[in-house]
């Protein structure tokens, strides 16, 4: 079946980065945009960004340019999401969908905790 | 960049109906998704393209769109509904948004 399943949970120290994976199955990889979208605590879904995994162009949200970056390896079928200089303001679940009709499916979600 | 503005919550008795709003610039001119939201849970889409319902996705959840708001209307509300709700559109340069959410609560 169609499914993103993404890489497990992290811990980081204020100012590192992190490095998450979305690895697709049950369609073509380069047939749809991965889009990256984090749920902080008590807070509401915020987008990042998105990734054309067959042209590799991506779009980011104005306020995580520059620190975000979105990458993709099609022999693997996988999407990354690079965040640097990470604060406790970044704790969150992170999830990977993929934009066909609507954003679906969607990974499992990745959290990250920023913590000194 | 443009924002989209939904109640923080809506409350309702089951069996009723719940309807929450969505408004924003870019409407009508960019379509309006919904996502169901529910604790520990990944989003869900119930509506997209403002008014097309998924595979799988209850009849009693439906959407409508007039001039700059959109609303998810929940007929028959059941308990299972009670969740976190996100309107979500996209600019002309595809630049994602989502509203601030509305929590639905069943009495």
């Known amino acids: 079946q169609v499914q993103l399943v993404q890489s497990g949970a992290e811990v980081r120290k204020p100012g590192a980065s992190v490095k998450v994976s979305c690895k697709a199955s049950?369609?073509?990889?380069?047939?749809?945009?991965i889009h990256w979208v984090r749920h902080a605590p008590g807070q509401g879904l915020e987008w990042l960004g998105w990734?054309?995994?067959?042209?590799?162009?991506?779009n980011y949200a104005q306020k995580f340019q520059g620190r975000v970056t979105m990458t993709r390896d099609t022999s693997i079928s996988t999407a990354y999401m690079e965040l640097n200089r990470l604060t406790s303001d970044d704790t969150a679940v992170y999830y990977c969908?993929?934009?066909?009709?609507?954003?679906?499916?969607w990974g499992q979600g990745t959290l990250v905790t920023v913590s000194s | 960049s443009y924002e989209l503005t939904q109640p923080p919550s809506v409350s309702v008795s089951p069996g009723q109906t719940a309807r929450i709003t969505c408004s924003g610039d870019a409407f009508p001119k960019q379509y309006a998704y919904w996502y169901q939201v529910k604790p520990g849970q990944a989003p869900v889409v119930v509506i997209y393209r403002d008014t097309e319902r998924p595979s799988g996705i209850p009849e009693r959840f439906s959407g409508s769109s007039s001039g700059t708001i959109v609303t998810l209307t929940i007929s028959g509300v059941q308990a299972e509904d009670e969740a976190d709700y996100y309107c979500q559109s996209a600019d002309s340069s595809s630049t994602v948004v989502f509203g601030g959410g509305t929590k639905l609560s069943v009495l």
């Open positions: 990734i054309n995994p067959n042209r590799g162009d991506t």
């Open positions: 969908t993929s934009q066909a009709a609507s954003f679906d499916p």
């Open positions: 049950g369609y073509t990889f380069t047939g749809y945009y």
